[in-house]
């Protein structure tokens, strides 16, 4: 398989000599279809609830971007620019989605204006306890670094926000990646998480959007399969589940195997490439280039890139149940990378595994397409094993012909007790 030394040219040829990521069905998913009879009304419900879901109005995230970026270049550093990012800018959100944004300024100018901020706070705590009336002697303010300033920045931001029609709701500057939460008191948006420099997310919104772009039952499919993990509560990181970022991903890679989306990074024949700092901190240079949808289906219609196979008669429906169905049964589960940059099914090897949560059980990875790293890392042991038992309950019920409403109002399977792993070693060996 290829790797980060091959050149993007090197990795073009070798996806379509191989059959990787170009739209080759991996899958027989047709051989699955003839095992099964659907509920007669699922394809029709399916595409009546999920085909025409609103996203949030571009005038709504427009406006909140043009205040946050006001108030950043007040309060942070005059250069700010915002920039949304996420589900609701990706084309897989919907109203009720939530807004990520990120603050950009250049590291020199942030730190510069930070180390300020950063001193006039010193001085302000020193006077309040010295409790002088008059302002203690001022020291001389001494240069902080980017990850101080970029803490110093959501401060500044959490105390300024308010004035433009914003309630914090939450502060947390000594995150892996500073962050503030906040409320737009003056429109839709109920949660709106601004990071600093954070710019990883912009290249990871964009792939996204490209994808959901090209076949119009990626965005169904995806909105649909994240409803049912949501309501089966096997959806959201902070409960120690996969994230909802994670779940689409899971879907671009499902529909790469059947031959519906190629792999646009894979066919990008160029070199793109951003020095940022990674999950655990270290800099490092990453691969931020792919193929728009524009650029993609000009090639497909040039004849330079061959099309995608999967017949286009697949209903979202029966989609669905390949999807279940692939990760029961056929998915590899502590060894296939779940890779939509590089959809070949490959073993993630034993230097991969360390990038994410280790379970005695066998997991599911699944890698970020930018950032090189596991997003299994928030997926907690007993959650896993949920993981799969709604899996295999998904497809017994599509199996027997319920309904959509069946399928997705049905209660979660319970909870699944896990025994301590040394405690089950020890009992085993008795």
Not at 211 to 238: F, I, M, N, T
Not at 280 to 300: C, D, H, K, M, N
Request: with cysteine; glycine share 6%; charged share 25%.
């Amino acid at each position: 398989a290829f790797g980060s030394e091959m050149t993007p040219e090197d990795r073009r040829a070798f996806a379509e000599e191989e059959g990787i990521g170009i739209g080759e069905v991996r899958l027989p998913i047709e051989e699955w279809l003839k095992e099964v009879t659907l509920h007669s009304d699922m394809a029709d419900d399916v595409m009546q609830k999920f085909g025409h879901v609103p996203q949030q109005a571009d005038e709504v995230v427009q406006d909140v971007v043009e205040r946050i970026q006001s108030g950043a270049q007040r309060c942070v550093a005059p250069s700010a620019t915002v920039h949304p990012f996420g589900s609701t800018v990706n084309g897989f959100g919907e109203e009720s989605s939530d807004l990520d944004v990120l603050v950009a300024i250049r590291e020199e100018e942030l730190s510069y204006y930070m180390s300020y901020a950063s001193w006039a706070q010193r001085h302000q705590r020193l006077s309040e306890f010295l409790m002088q009336g008059d302002p203690a002697e001022p020291s001389l303010p001494t240069k902080i670094t980017p990850k101080a300033a970029m803490c110093h920045a959501v401060q500044q931001l959490a105390e300024f926000l308010p004035e433009l029609g914003f309630k914090v709701l939450d502060l947390i500057p000594q995150a892996r990646k500073p962050l503030v939460t906040v409320e737009d008191t003056q429109g839709p948006l109920k949660e709106v998480d601004v990071s600093i420099n954070n710019s990883l997310p912009l290249y990871n919104s964009q792939l996204l959007k490209a994808y959901s772009q090209l076949d119009e039952r990626v965005r169904p499919l995806v909105l649909l399969v994240k409803v049912w993990a949501k309501g089966k509560r096997v959806c959201g990181a902070g409960e120690g589940n996969l994230s909802s970022y994670s779940w689409t991903i899971m879907v671009v890679y499902f529909l790469q195997l059947v031959g519906i989306l190629p792999s646009l990074q894979l066919l990008y024949k160029k070199s793109r490439s951003l020095q940022h700092v990674d999950y655990w901190g270290i800099p490092r240079s990453f691969e931020t280039g792919f193929l728009t949808a524009e650029e993609y289906q000009q090639e497909v219609a040039e004849k330079k890139i061959p099309p995608c196979k999967a017949k286009a008669d697949l209903t979202v429906a029966q989609l669905l149940y390949g999807f279940v169905r692939f990760f029961d049964r056929e998915y590899q589960w502590g060894s296939e990378a779940v890779s939509m940059r590089q959809p070949d099914r490959r073993d993630v090897g034993d230097w991969f595994r360390l990038f994410g949560s280790i379970h005695p059980e066998p997991t599911i990875h699944v890698e970020d397409p930018i950032e090189f790293r596991d997003l299994n890392i928030v997926l907690r042991r007993e959650r896993l094993a949920q993981l799969k038992e709604e899996f295999n309950h998904a497809v017994e019920m599509l199996e027997n012909g319920c309904s959509l409403e069946e399928f997705l109002t049905s209660d979660p399977r319970p909870d699944v007790v896990m025994i301590p792993y040394r405690i089950r070693r020890r009992y085993k060996n008795r």
